[in-house]
């Protein structure tokens, strides 16, 4: 009898226990192609040599070293490689262990930064509906998936929610893409002169939604009108790419694309590609500057911050997606993998909409494709998907739709940026199986 503490206590998975480029292959030899990196997590795939390497010779050297006493050699070369290819005026790197950190560490940066300042009212977080930004008590509170927050509503700060970007469900008849983004952008102003601008600290949003939405993008404009509302009002922007960075969008930064610098940028997943656990916050030299001139000291803390080998293997990571010209290859092999799911099902009944960004691809599925109907959420459509592309040996993320029925079930797509042609066509292939027999 097993004494591990599952996700879901009446599963019985196999076991892991090796990877092999695109593939995980479990205790009976099955071999799974990851069609999602797990969570958007492996971009080099599973037995990178270079950054297997990296850790063993970390650990032989130096395993740990608290940051309260010393620095390390890989978390300083880390965190410049990362300022060097960093957007804008980011300046400093914060290191955590993993995504929910990440932007926990960032709701404390925002408050702290305003109180260094005098400016003691600020104390409001908005962020959008269509949201996931971590399990940890403050970023559940930012995220606004009912589902995940429901049983813990009683514990949560208080955030409020405005309306996310979402295109193919919100957009109005007649209404221009970029019309629809200025629209919903301006949701953050009312939001803020609601809540009176002397309050609000920070607004947190994914540039390229994952989790909750299924890898969407805002439209053009959306994130430029954001920017010039926190400006504004003093507001400062939280952009999460715990899911979308790390070149997964086909941009190292996935803010890069909407043109858009935040003040606090949080990745994760994709920075240890799954060899380390390790996740970051990036931020502004004015927000940076206001902690060194003032307390000297960010009232926060993990044991394991700037951990020798993880961000040893952060480094490695990095330094390959950029030797190797990987960030590219995610643009690239993401159309590929764009045009040969619309090539295949484009024209499912089932299949509403087909979208987003360099390697981080998402199906929204609905019961009739005229009026985007969402399926029934009782009906475990994403659930069975899930598991009938895991007999097929692929893996990848469906999600449930939301009861409200604003956001249905989803299958979102992320795989290793190393995939093949040929195993794009496997991902398709595969998919094609497990949608025929649930749908
Ligand atoms: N933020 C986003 C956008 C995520 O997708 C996730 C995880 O899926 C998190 C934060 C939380 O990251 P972690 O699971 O590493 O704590």
Redesign the pocket.
């Known amino acids: 009898m097993s004494h591990v503490f599952p996700r879901h206590t009446k599963a019985n998975l196999p076991t892991a226990v090796a990877g092999d480029g695109c593939y995980l292959i479990d205790a009976n030899g099955k071999r799974y192609l990851d069609g999602s990196g797990g ?3 492996s971009c080099l795939g599973h037995s990178d040599a270079g950054v297997i390497a990296a850790v063993q010779e970390q650990v032989g050297k130096l395993a740990f070293a608290h940051t309260g006493f010393l620095t390390s050699e890989p978390a300083e070369a880390l965190a410049d490689l990362l300022i060097s290819q960093a957007p804008g005026d980011l300046d400093r790197v914060y290191f955590v ?7 926990e560490a960032a709701i404390k940066l925002a408050r702290q930064y305003h109180l260094e300042r005098g400016d003691t009212t600020r104390r409001h977080v908005i962020a959008r509906r269509q ?6 008590l403050g ?1 559940l509170a930012a ?1 606004g998936n009912e589902w995940r927050r429901q049983q813990f509503a009683p514990l949560l700060i208080d955030i409020s929610h405005i309306a996310p970007c979402y295109e193919y469900v919100d957009r109005g008849e007649g209404e221009s893409s970029y019309d629809y983004g200025q629209r919903v952008a301006n949701d953050l102003e009312a939001e803020i002169l609601r809540l009176g601008p002397e309050t609000v600290m920070a607004f947190m949003a ?1 540039p390229v ?4 939405s299924g890898a969407v993008p805002a439209v053009e404009g959306y994130f430029k009108r954001i920017r010039e509302i926190c400006d504004q009002y003093g507001v400062l922007l939280i952009l ?5 960075g790390m070149g997964r969008t086909g941009h190292l930064f996935a803010c890069e694309a909407d043109g858009v610098v935040p003040d606090i940028l ?1 990745i ?2 994709g920075l240890g590609a799954g060899y380390q ?1 390790i ?1 970051a916050m990036l931020c502004s030299r004015q927000i940076y500057e206001a902690i060194e001139s003032g307390s000297g000291f960010f009232q926060h803390g993990h044991t394991y911050i700037g951990h020798p080998v993880a961000t040893a293997a952060g480094l490695a990571v990095v330094r390959a997606l950029l030797d190797r010209g990987l960030v590219q290859r995610s643009a690239e092999m993401g159309e590929k993998l764009h045009a040969a799911l619309v090539a295949r099902f484009g024209p499912h009944p089932h299949v509403g909409d087909l979208r987003g960004r360099g390697l981080f691809r998402g199906i929204e599925l609905v019961a009739d494709r005229e009026s985007k109907t969402p399926f029934d959420p009782g009906l475990g459509v994403a659930g069975k998907l899930k598991k009938a592309a895991f007999e097929a040996g692929l893996i990848c993320y469906p999600m449930a739709g939301t009861r409200d029925g604003r956001n249905g079930d989803h299958i979102l797509l992320a795989p290793p940026f190393i995939l093949s042609e040929d195993q794009i066509g496997e991902i398709t292939d595969k998919l094609e199986i497990a949608l025929a027999q649930v749908l």
Do not use: L, R
């Open positions: 969570a958007a997590v262990s993993g995504g929910s950190e990440a932007t949201s996931y930004h971590g399990n940890t970023a995220g994914e939604v994952g989790a909750t999460d790419e715990v899911m979308c949080c994760a997943k656990p996740g």
